[in-house]
DNA sequence: TTGATATTAGCACCTGCTTCTAAAAGTATA
DNA sequence: TATACTTTTAGAAGCAGGTGCTAATATCAA
């Protein structure tokens, strides 16, 4: 990399966007990348107020353990907060502007969709589950501070199919509905779901 | 916190735990905690094979890094490589572990759904549109690795409502489909949908 | 009391910095 | 061309949070 006519603004300008794409590498590594001392760099990340590696990689740390968490939840989407398997579930899924379109506030419908899908899942006492149909309906948009409960009734259980209606709401008011039909995967692992 | 009687055992074996749920600690912190002196911690973390604090840091941001970026991703569900507004669209989807449920191979199904739900968006010409029905359909399980093609046809357009016909394949075979109602959001801004 | 296990202590060294001082090198201006 | 200014480089001392090593104590069980 040959960035030899950078001028110590461009160097600057350049610095603050590789650190803020890899903030991995050490002042070495900087010095080495625009081929000045590492002097130079630490002169730099000070003007920049840009600070040291530790720190940094500390920061992406915090930033993300917090948000794993959340992560990790979200594989459930949405916290269950009552479960009688086979009967009934609830689950609660604060709504974020992650969830929502590029800069509207209005929810994805796959989100809501997904709170219901896992709740489903999860109130079907099965290892393993798979949506075999379902109808579905949005009723009312959900905008992004909301938060989404949804609430889950086993209606009827047929051999290894089990029929699983879920309600949505903000604050009473029913924001979706949907009725599942989940087929325990146990039995029939390989193919012929339906 | 006075652990005073706690065998060597009983230490690693809370200090596994503590360490799991909080990286962050250094050896002098652990070392106060548990009552020992910081060569104890260190023996411990020997033996127990834990890195020291910078590694575990690292580690942390590293994962995390990586996840952040696929979430930026997520929010598209699928690369959409075919699209004429109004008419058709096509988005392919490579699926990976992150897509499944725990253990097992399957995708889930919330995943499958939301493909479908974007591409029946994104070929819709409007700024901002939400599902309002949709009739789905679940034909095969899908296995992380599989790649989902989504074919999305507009059936019919009536005044603000879109209806998008969606059928999802793995190889040629037919995995999923989906039938939605789209209603844009410009006219109706505030309430009523459907 | 003797051994074995567990714990503590001390020291040299490492990385990736910070802070400071100081010397060059490059550039513009009178 | 000499002067002044900015920019870059260099070197030394110090710090945090370790590693790796040796050695001295504690503790406990047979």
């Known amino acids: 990399m040959a960035k030899r006519w950078l001028t110590k603004r461009e160097r600057q300008k350049l ?13 070495e590594e900087l010095a080495d990348k625009f081929d000045v001392s590492i002097q130079t760099i630490r002169l730099d990340r ?3 107020k ?15 353990y917090a948000k794993v968490r959340s992560i990790d939840i979200e594989e459930i989407v949405g916290e269950i907060v009552d479960l009688e398997l086979d009967k009934r579930g609830i689950s609660i899924l604060e709504t974020t502007s992650k969830m ?4 509207t506030k209005v929810i994805r419908g796959d989100i809501i969709f997904a709170q219901a899908n896992s709740l489903a899942i999860a109130t079907i006492d099965a290892k ?10 949005y009723k009312l948009p ?30 009473q008011q029913e924001v979706f509905r ?8 146990d039995d029939e692992e390989k193919h012929g779901i339906l």
Chains 1, 2 share one sequence.
Do not use: C, H, W
């Not at 840009?50 to 993300?64: D, M, S, T």
């Not at 929502?100 to 800069?103: D, I, Q, R, S, T």
């Not at 949907?178 to 995967?185: E, H, T, W």
């Open 128 to 137: 393993v589950a798979l949506t075999g149909v379902a109808n579905i309906k």
């Open 50 to 64: 840009i600070p040291e590696l530790r720190e940094r990689i500390k920061a992406v740390a915090e930033q993300n």
């Open 46 to 48: 000070m003007e920049l």
């Open 100 to 103: 929502a379109f590029g800069k």
């Open 178 to 185: 949907a009725k599942f039909i989940l087929v325990s995967l």
């Open 142 to 171: 959900v905008i992004v501070g909301q938060t989404l409960v949804a609430k889950a009734e086993v209606t009827r259980i047929r051999g290894n199919k089990k029929f699983v209606f879920v309600r949505t709401y903000v604050k």
């Open 15 to 27: 610095l603050l966007d590789t650190i803020e794409n890899d903030p991995f590498l050490n002042d």
